[in-house]
T-cell receptor, first 117, second 112 residues
Framework: AQTVTQSQPEMSVQEAETVTLSCTYD???????LFWYKQPPSRQMILVIR??????QNATENRFSVNFQKAAKSFSLKISDSQLGDAAMYFC??????????????FGTGTRLQVTL | ETGVTQSPTHLIKTRGQQVTLRCSSQ?????VSWYQQALGQGPQFIFQ???????GRGNFPPRFSGLQFPNYSSELNVNALELDDSALYLC???????????FGSGTRLTVV
């Protein structure tokens, strides 16, 4: 079974600065998907960024980028130019390739990000 | 394009009772998944429905059951509620072979 580990329960960053959230995972599969989700107080999970394991290039979405190290099974999220609206819980998630059976997400325990002035 | 809506937003039940939570999928999505998120934890996969049939299940007992309707909306039913069932229940819709999930804002269930 796949597992996802987020070792930073809380992180803090000053507005406009850069912060990196860590995630490691364990799997025996060679093809899979990785995600970072943001969960603000509104509780809705919002997709931040996704990465296909077969792609060597790290995904980027505006101020958000990842450092995907497949051999090390590491998938960190970098937030540049942090904004107050970035404050939320961040979850790393793993998904096996869909083969017709349930394409479930396996989540880590989350990192609470605080953004200070 | 409508998103995923869940009802009710909050619910308080007594131990031993039964509860039904509802989810309306995003337009065009054919698969619904349910997750349980205990306080301070990441969501845990309960089960997924595709074409009105259960398509996969996590490590949850049979008293957790579900339905998917022809319009792809879904229900989560929990019988014989226990205190540990207190959690946020999230619904997510998607395409079966897609990798895009749209989550609802969840139902906060408190069992007393």
């Amino acid at each position: 079974a796949q597992t996802v580990t987020q070792s930073q329960p809380e992180m803090s960053v000053q507005e406009a600065e850069t912060v990196t959230l860590s995630c490691t995972y364990d799997t025996s599969e060679s093809d899979y998907y990785l995600f970072w989700y943001k969960q603000p107080p509104s509780r809705q999970m919002i997709l931040v960024i996704r990465q296909e394991a077969y792609k060597q290039q790290n995904a980027t979405e505006n101020r958000f980028s990842v450092n995907f190290q497949k051999a090390a099974k590491s998938f960190s999220l970098k937030i540049s130019d942090s904004q107050l609206g970035d404050a939320a819980m961040y979850f790393c998630a793993y998904r096996s390739p869909s083969t017709g059976t349930a394409s479930k997400l396996t989540f880590g325990t989350g990192t609470r990000l605080q953004v200070t002035l | 394009e409508t998103g995923v809506t869940q009802s009710p937003t909050h619910l308080i039940k007594t131990r031993g009772q039964q509860v039904t939570l509802r989810c309306s999928s995003q337009s065009g999505h054919n698969t619904v998944s349910w997750y349980q998120q205990a306080l301070g934890q990441g969501p845990q996969f309960i089960f997924q429905y595709y074409r009105e049939e259960e398509n996969g299940r996590g490590n949850f007992p049979p008293r957790f059951s579900g339905l998917q309707f022809p319009n792809y909306s879904s229900e989560l039913n929990v019988n014989a509620l226990e205190l540990d069932d207190s959690a946020l229940y999230l619904c997510a819709s998607s395409f079966l072979r897609g990798d895009g999930y749209t989550f609802g804002s969840g139902t906060r269930l408190t069992v007393v």
